[in-house]
């Protein structure tokens, strides 16, 4: 079945520096990926869209300075939390879908707890 | 932005117990999914059902869609206490917005 990896799983940081997440789909190609935030007790919000090649498309309030988005591959995309402050702390997760559309089911990674001390 | 509400937020019930859970949303889909987080974890897809389906089954989940209340519910038969974790509703819009959005999800506890 279709995987998708994501590291690190856990991450301590402290205040002023940047975090590198990675997602990876290791058995299928994924033009678009789609990184999610989630805040404890709550659901899943869509900060934005990889898109590989090109820039990411980021959701109204997301500051693209803030987290910045590489899809340099087929197979990976990258989210870095740049100068991370402890608001940025959260759970962070990434997905992608083997048949490139919303009609078939996504596959997660298994997330990224970000802690910024 | 959230699609809508799901009920309850939480649920807690014995094993071998059904479990229902219920998802509204606002706008026209192309389909929605049913998932599945356990504490800390990613999620799990469950099931997927189209906008011109109206039940679908997969092994003891049942989900239905009434797209014109736009509404749809997730039932888990004979629950099992491995059942517990976070449900999700999500949908996916016409066009070709492959987004999923995200309800505010279930908590449900299958207690032993």
């Known amino acids: 079945g279709a995987v998708v990896s994501q590291h690190p799983s856990w991450v301590i940081c402290k205040s002023g520096t940047s975090v590198k997440i990675e997602c990876r789909s290791l058995?299928?190609?994924?033009?678009?990926m789609f990184w999610y935030r989630q805040f404890p007790k709550q659901s899943l919000m869509l900060m934005a869209t990889?898109?590989?090649?090109?820039?990411?498309?980021?959701e109204q309030g997301v500051e693209k300075d803030k987290f910045l988005i590489n899809h340099a591959s087929l197979t990976l995309s990258t989210l870095t939390v740049t100068s991370a402050h402890p608001e940025d702390s959260s759970f962070y997760i990434c997905?992608?879908?083997?048949?490139?559309?919303?009609?078939?089911?996504?596959?997660f990674g298994s997330g990224t707890r970000l802690t910024v001390v | 932005s959230q699609q809508g509400e799901e009920d309850p937020q939480a649920l807690s019930i014995q094993e071998g117990e059904n479990a229902t859970m219920n998802c509204s949303y606002k706008?026209?889909?192309?389909?929605l999914q049913w998932y599945r987080q356990n504490s800390g974890r990613g999620l799990v897809h469950l099931i997927l059902?189209?906008?011109?389906?109206r039940e679908k089954h997969s092994g003891r989940l049942r989900v239905t869609l009434d797209t014109s209340k736009k509404s749809s519910s997730l039932l888990i038969t004979a629950s099992r206490a491995a059942d517990t974790a976070s449900y999700f509703c999500?949908?996916?819009?016409?066009?070709?917005?492959?987004?999923?959005?995200f309800g505010k999800g279930t908590l449900l506890t299958v207690n032993p």
């Open positions: 059902i189209r906008s011109n389906e």
């Open positions: 999500a949908t996916v819009g016409g066009g070709s917005n492959y987004k999923l959005t």
């Open positions: 997905s992608a879908s083997p048949r490139g559309s919303g009609t078939y089911g996504y596959t």
């Open positions: 058995d299928f190609q994924a033009t678009t």
């Open positions: 990889s898109n590989e090649g090109s820039k990411a498309t980021y």
């Open positions: 706008t026209s889909i192309n389909n």
